[in-house]
């Protein structure tokens, strides 16, 4: 499962992309009442997990690295 879904979003990033999903998601509900609102189930999802699908498939990760710190 960790090849699948890889941690690969720093911190900060999962927290951002948390608010912006739920912004975007809030357009569904509160808003203009749009279906255009449910896409912010997109950066809630994978902010939650950590893991981008699209960072994944580019081998690109914004995660620090584990082993630096330790030096």
């Avoid at 749009?34 to 896409?39: E, M, R």
Wanted: aromatic residues 8%; positive net charge.
């Amino acid at each position: 499962m960790n090849k699948l879904l890889p941690v690969n979003e720093h911190p900060l990033e999962r927290a951002v992309r948390v608010l912006i999903g739920l912004g975007v998601l809030s357009l569904a509900f509160v808003g203009p009442k749009t279906p255009w609102g449910y896409v912010g189930a997109i950066p809630l999802l994978t902010g939650l997990i950590g893991s981008c699908p699209l960072y994944t498939l580019l081998g690109f990760s914004t995660c620090p690295l584990k082993g630096a710190a330790k030096s």
